[in-house]
């Protein structure tokens, strides 16, 4: 299945994140250089798509496919 390229943005970028500590929708806004309700939108649409949950603080986490599809996106950017 292909994805958008704005969808393995979202992952990679959660990715990266959450292994700097818990990934919050504001901190993921300034790293991609959006707007915070532009996140919000995206947000529910991977969360309806199973590629991430948040929990009640609002932490977002990336489950087992959205990892999957993340860390692959960032192996192949890794290699350019």
């Given at each position: 299945?292909?994805?958008?390229?704005?969808?393995?943005?979202?992952?990679?970028?959660?990715?990266?994140?959450?292994?700097?500590?818990?990934?919050?929708?504001?901190?993921?806004?300034?790293?991609?250089?959006?707007?915070?309700?532009?996140?919000?939108?995206?947000?529910?649409?991977?969360?309806?798509?199973?590629?991430?949950t948040?929990?009640?603080?609002?932490?977002?986490?990336?489950?087992?496919?959205?990892?999957?599809?993340?860390?692959?996106?960032?192996?192949?950017?890794?290699?350019?």
């Amino acid at each position: 299945m292909k994805l958008k390229r704005v969808t393995e943005d979202y992952l990679k970028t959660i990715y990266i994140l959450s292994s700097k500590g818990e990934v919050h929708a504001t901190r993921l806004a300034e790293e991609l250089g959006v707007s915070k309700p532009t996140v919000s939108v995206s947000l529910k649409s991977l969360e309806k798509d199973g590629y991430i949950t948040r929990d009640e603080n609002r932490v977002i986490s990336l489950t087992r496919s959205g990892k999957k599809i993340a860390k692959s996106v960032y192996e192949r950017h890794c290699v350019f």
